[in-house]
């Protein structure tokens, strides 16, 4: 039986988990700081993700450089619960850009996190609308003990779960995120992320123990 821990260790340790996100950001073009709408914030106090996206508005590109790394995994764990994992890295690119041209619709600058996993979830659909392809265990991979095969395995076991509870398990197994940070991150409370992870193994052991050579 996968304990959390160790389920993370086969994602990660055989290099099929957490992929290594390009850190060149996307170029764009900084916009105008004439031309950046105010965004208002809930908040009284206003967090650094706020002040980050701001920033990006008034055309800083060395904030928009911060603002991917905080967010990128957030993306990319969004799509790799959805997508096959050759298909991932190339829409995070996609949707950076995507989000930086469209950054000036945002209405709250503390909502930056939810709003670009919602582009990241849209992004998904598309691409299942266009290709029609699901991913499947196959007999295939069944009869790969490789432990690299193991990890894709339990991959898309875990894109079979409940869009909640898988999406929370990649952002926690495969990207590496802490609790508070998937909180943080995706706009969810930390009780609603502590049940999905709770929920969500408790799937991915039921499923795990009638995969053969997986224990």
Not at 93 to 119: E, S, V, Y
Not at 199 to 215: A, D, H, I, N, Q
């Amino acid at each position: 039986m996968y304990e959390l821990e160790a389920t993370a260790n086969m994602l990660v340790m055989t290099g099929q988990g957490k992929a290594s996100i390009d850190r060149r950001h996307p170029e764009v073009a900084p916009a105008s700081a004439a031309a950046a709408p105010a965004i208002t914030s809930s908040d009284p106090a206003e967090s650094p993700e706020s002040m980050i996206v701001r920033a990006v508005l008034a055309g800083d590109r060395d904030m928009f450089g911060r603002l991917y790394e905080l967010y990128a995994p957030l993306v990319h764990g969004v799509l790799l619960a959805r997508m096959p994992r050759s298909e991932v890295e190339d829409v995070v690119q996609d949707i950076f850009l995507h989000a930086l041209r469209k950054l000036h619709t945002l209405r709250d600058a503390n909502a930056f996190g939810p709003w670009i996993a919602m582009i990241a979830r849209n992004r998904a659909m598309d691409f299942h609308r266009r290709s029609r392809e699901t991913v499947e265990v196959t007999d295939d991979l069944k009869s790969n003990d490789s432990s690299g095969a193991k990890a894709e395995e339990i991959l898309a076991i875990i894109r079979t779960l409940p869009d909640a509870y898988r999406e929370t398990l990649v952002l926690r197994l495969v990207e590496g995120m802490t609790g508070p940070e998937i909180a943080g991150r995706t706009g969810l409370t930390p009780a609603s992320v502590r049940v999905n992870l709770h929920r969500g193994m408790k799937l991915l052991r039921t499923k795990l123990g009638f995969k053969e050579g997986l224990s």
